[in-house]
């Protein structure tokens, strides 16, 4: 029973990959989803591009995200950055506050169509959770080991990278976890100023009346975002387990 | 040798430590000892400059401990704090390497001074160093806290209530082996503890502090005859004075001429031992075997007290 979720995992996996490799085996399944005749699978464009150029995008904005996030969890945790603590909440809060189709409307005049406004909304969107949970990591050190390495005769440097950022790794990982899989979903919305994800689909078949369109196109995001969802969970068990704290 | 002259330390209006002075002699024990809120924590985080004084000077072999920035001179000074702080995130032998690989010592150097002390404190290199600190006992962890502490063979080792979070079996055992420890590398410990049994038992001198001010430096036997103060009384215990004093003086040096009956007790035990196992067993006397395991003489209930009486 214990390999039971492993082997769920790995067939949810090969089914996605079977599906946008060869959407054709699956047409019958969707057949009954559509109305007078319309093509049960999507035909203008090919599913596997869509799937890894939505890939690409997330990845790109949590990248940006990850960076600009944890260098503001590091700059407000030093002693002489403590001050823009409040600042950076707010600016990131901001982020999370600002609805992504907002921010595509008003990034769209500013940076044109396609994938470029999309990123600068998933940007904004994913930065909230991966600093807070940085700054929880950060800020919940156990005191004696911190202690220890000041006493070893760390410098302020040394302490980051070979204590402090090590410590904080599950729960900032927990936060990157968060904010992929809000990317992941959100994303989709960046079809709407035609950027190149998997929200095609979806429109796509809103527009058209085709059932099958929306289903095929929410149900590759959705197996997506749960295998990452359980792939991050994995690595952040690994490196809680490593520390000895059982989660 | 250390010498702290005229050291204060005040957070804003109140005095943590109030001008303390005093030498630690090289390859001693000093052992500060006080209640909590007494200033003796900061006085030994002043030595290694995690705390920076308010005024006052500390020389390390008589150089200022201002001469070097902090964390080198932290990195020439070994420091144990209580419940040892290990980085969980490295292996036993990577939390040893810790001052080492800070010094930038080659990979050879390193495995052969870590699995030398691994083997000083009693831990087989074979099967702990791939370990991480949570898969050891408390009493293991307190090991590798000194290993660390010691990895760079540094000459000063400030110690922070280093067994406070061990039970009392495992603490005797941790106290016993530092003790032969430091006979065998002459490293000069200053300890910080609450405990006055501590303090007696391991300290060739101690400091008892209070309210930010030293209020007695002086060796153990002196510290109990003559205390400084009520509060150095109090802190004594008067009920324990007579088997404090006792427990400093070893069996060999209270072993009056004659035989004795039943079984014997070894030179090396402590005179407290002695006494305990006269009053507990009912015997007048008991007979003395030295390390050899020859008899030299006995010990008796009469010698002993007359022993635990106060020092004129």
């Given at each position: 029973?214990?390999?039971?979720?492993?082997?769920?995992?790995?067939?949810?996996?090969?089914?996605?990959?079977?599906?946008?490799?060869?959407?054709?085996?699956?047409?019958?399944?969707?057949?009954?989803?559509?109305?007078?005749?319309?093509?049960?699978?999507?035909?203008?464009?090919?599913?596997?591009?869509?799937?890894?150029?939505?890939?690409?995008?997330?990845?790109?904005?949590?990248?940006?995200?990850?960076?600009?996030?944890?260098?503001?969890?590091?700059?407000?945790?030093?002693?002489?950055?403590?001050?823009?603590?409040?600042?950076?909440?707010?600016?990131?809060?901001?982020?999370?506050?600002?609805?992504?189709?907002?921010?595509?409307?008003?990034?769209?005049?500013?940076?044109?169509?396609?994938?470029?406004?999309?990123?600068?909304?998933?940007?904004?969107?994913?930065?909230?959770?991966?600093?807070?949970?940085?700054?929880?990591?950060?800020?919940?050190?156990?005191?004696?080991?911190?202690?220890?390495?000041?006493?070893?005769?760390?410098?302020?440097?040394?302490?980051?990278?070979?204590?402090?950022?090590?410590?904080?790794?599950?729960?900032?990982?927990?936060?990157?976890?968060?904010?992929?899989?809000?990317?992941?979903?959100?994303?989709?919305?960046?079809?709407?100023?035609?950027?190149?994800?998997?929200?095609?689909?979806?429109?796509?078949?809103?527009?058209?009346?085709?059932?099958?369109?929306?289903?095929?196109?929410?149900?590759?995001?959705?197996?997506?975002?749960?295998?990452?969802?359980?792939?991050?969970?994995?690595?952040?068990?690994?490196?809680?387990?490593?520390?000895?704290?059982?989660? | 040798?250390?010498?702290?002259?005229?050291?204060?330390?005040?957070?804003?209006?109140?005095?943590?430590?109030?001008?303390?002075?005093?030498?630690?002699?090289?390859?001693?024990?000093?052992?500060?000892?006080?209640?909590?809120?007494?200033?003796?924590?900061?006085?030994?985080?002043?030595?290694?400059?995690?705390?920076?004084?308010?005024?006052?000077?500390?020389?390390?072999?008589?150089?200022?401990?201002?001469?070097?920035?902090?964390?080198?001179?932290?990195?020439?000074?070994?420091?144990?704090?209580?419940?040892?702080?290990?980085?969980?995130?490295?292996?036993?032998?990577?939390?040893?390497?810790?001052?080492?690989?800070?010094?930038?010592?080659?990979?050879?150097?390193?495995?052969?001074?870590?699995?030398?002390?691994?083997?000083?404190?009693?831990?087989?290199?074979?099967?702990?160093?791939?370990?991480?600190?949570?898969?050891?006992?408390?009493?293991?962890?307190?090991?590798?806290?000194?290993?660390?502490?010691?990895?760079?063979?540094?000459?000063?080792?400030?110690?922070?209530?280093?067994?406070?979070?061990?039970?009392?079996?495992?603490?005797?055992?941790?106290?016993?082996?530092?003790?032969?420890?430091?006979?065998?590398?002459?490293?000069?410990?200053?300890?910080?503890?609450?405990?006055?049994?501590?303090?007696?038992?391991?300290?060739?001198?101690?400091?008892?502090?209070?309210?930010?001010?030293?209020?007695?430096?002086?060796?153990?036997?002196?510290?109990?005859?003559?205390?400084?103060?009520?509060?150095?009384?109090?802190?004594?215990?008067?009920?324990?004075?007579?088997?404090?004093?006792?427990?400093?003086?070893?069996?060999?040096?209270?072993?009056?001429?004659?035989?004795?009956?039943?079984?014997?007790?070894?030179?090396?035990?402590?005179?407290?031992?002695?006494?305990?196992?006269?009053?507990?067993?009912?015997?007048?006397?008991?007979p003395v075997r030295n390390a050899n395991g020859r008899l030299i003489g006995k010990v008796t209930v009469d010698g002993l007290v007359r022993r635990a009486a106060c020092p004129a």
């Amino acid at each position: 029973m214990k390999w039971l979720p492993t082997i769920a995992r790995l067939a949810l996996l090969a089914l996605l990959v079977a599906f946008v490799t060869s959407p054709g085996w699956f047409e019958p399944l969707l057949k009954p989803l559509t109305e007078n005749n319309a093509p049960a699978i999507y035909n203008q464009g090919s599913l596997l591009t869509l799937t890894l150029l939505h890939l690409r995008t997330v990845a790109i904005a949590t990248l940006a995200a990850i960076v600009v996030a944890v260098g503001l969890a590091i700059l407000v945790t030093r002693p002489f950055g403590a001050e823009f603590l409040p600042l950076s909440r707010s600016l990131v809060n901001i982020g999370q506050t600002f609805p992504p189709v907002a921010v595509l409307a008003l990034a769209v005049p500013a940076v044109g169509f396609g994938e470029k406004p999309t990123l600068i909304a998933l940007f904004l969107y994913g930065l909230l959770p991966i600093f807070e949970n940085a700054l929880t990591g950060l800020t919940t050190l156990p005191a004696n080991v911190v202690e220890a390495a000041r006493g070893a005769g760390m410098t302020p440097a040394q302490r980051l990278v070979k204590v402090e950022l090590p410590l904080a790794l599950p729960v900032m990982l927990a936060g990157v976890r968060l904010s992929v899989v809000i990317s992941l979903a959100t994303a989709t919305i960046g079809s709407t100023v035609a950027a190149k994800t998997l929200g095609e689909v979806i429109i796509a078949g809103l527009l058209s009346n085709n059932l099958a369109f929306v289903l095929q196109g929410g149900l590759i995001v959705a197996a997506i975002a749960v295998l990452i969802h359980d792939g991050f969970l994995a690595l952040e068990r690994m490196a809680a387990r490593r520390m000895g704290r059982e989660r | 040798m250390i010498e702290i002259e005229g050291i204060t330390k005040r957070y804003g209006e109140s005095t943590v430590v109030d001008d303390v002075s005093m030498v630690i002699e090289p390859r001693s024990i000093t052992v500060i000892v006080g209640t909590s809120g007494s200033g003796k924590t900061t006085l030994l985080r002043m030595i290694n400059r995690l705390v920076e004084p308010t005024s006052g000077a500390i020389r390390l072999d008589g150089a200022d401990n201002r001469s070097l920035p902090g964390y080198e001179l932290r990195r020439s000074i070994g420091y144990v704090i209580q419940g040892h702080g290990l980085f969980p995130h490295r292996t036993v032998a990577e939390n040893i390497a810790t001052v080492p690989l800070l010094l930038g010592w080659d990979d050879e150097r390193i495995r052969a001074r870590v699995e030398e002390l691994m083997s000083l404190f009693q831990l087989d290199p074979g099967e702990f160093s791939g370990r991480y600190p949570h898969e050891l006992s408390g009493g293991q962890q307190q090991r590798v806290g000194v290993a660390r502490a010691l990895a760079a063979g540094p000459n000063v080792l400030l110690m922070d209530e280093p067994f406070g979070a061990l039970d009392p079996i495992i603490r005797n055992k941790a106290q016993e082996d530092l003790l032969a420890i430091q006979k065998r590398l002459g490293t000069t410990i200053v300890l910080v503890t609450h405990d006055m049994e501590e303090a007696v038992h391991m300290g060739d001198r101690i400091a008892v502090m209070d309210g930010g001010r030293l209020l007695q430096y002086d060796t153990p036997d002196r510290i109990l005859a003559h205390p400084a103060s009520t509060f150095v009384d109090t802190l004594v215990g008067a009920s324990e004075k007579p088997f404090r004093l006792l427990s400093l003086g070893r069996v060999g040096d209270a072993v009056e001429e004659g035989p004795a009956e039943g079984e014997p007790i070894a030179a090396d035990a402590s005179q407290r031992d002695a006494l305990a196992e006269l009053l507990w067993s009912g015997r007048p006397a008991l007979p003395v075997r030295n390390a050899n395991g020859r008899l030299i003489g006995k010990v008796t209930v009469d010698g002993l007290v007359r022993r635990a009486a106060c020092p004129a």
